[in-house]
């Protein structure tokens, strides 16, 4: 049997592990264009760690995967579902966003992936948002735990 930590609403910590990504990206550009290795080494240690954090989010956030021997139940399974369904919606607007910006980007001069590490790190923060976006938003679906000043 898995000994888990009890499920908790992390309503904070996906969303600056979530942010952390494109945050090193940028970074990581700004470096670029100076020259300066110790910001490119910021912006990727910023990038990983949201990624990271991201991945191991899910498991100490409400139950969106059953354990061996305890399935989720109905509650936890409409959570799961819609979770899924709505990060899945913001995940493909946000690459219909990108796509748009990169056709705008052509035309206009502005800064577009060119290397193929660029690519590398939007692949990442995609699979990024993957993971994380279903427990922010389980998290912010569950109701808040009642205080014992509350009861």
Known sequence: ?????????????????LAAMPAGVVVMNVGLADGARAIRMLGALLFFTGYFSAMLIRLFG??????????????????????????GGIL???????????????????????RDVDWTY???????????????IASWLQPLPVTEDEE
């Open 1 to 17: 049997m898995i000994n888990r930590p009890s499920p908790r609403n992390l309503r904070v910590l996906p969303a600056l592990a």
């Open 62 to 87: 409400p139950r969106l995967v059953p354990l061996i021997g305890k399935p989720l139940d109905e509650r936890e399974l409409l959570v799961k579902t819609t979770a899924y369904a709505k990060s």
């Open 92 to 114: 493909t607007m946000l690459a219909v966003i990108g796509c748009s910006y990169m056709g705008i980007a052509a035309l206009m001069g502005w800064w577009t992936p060119t």
């Open 122 to 136: 939007l692949g990442l923060m995609m699979m990024g948002g993957w993971f994380g976006l279903p427990v922010l």
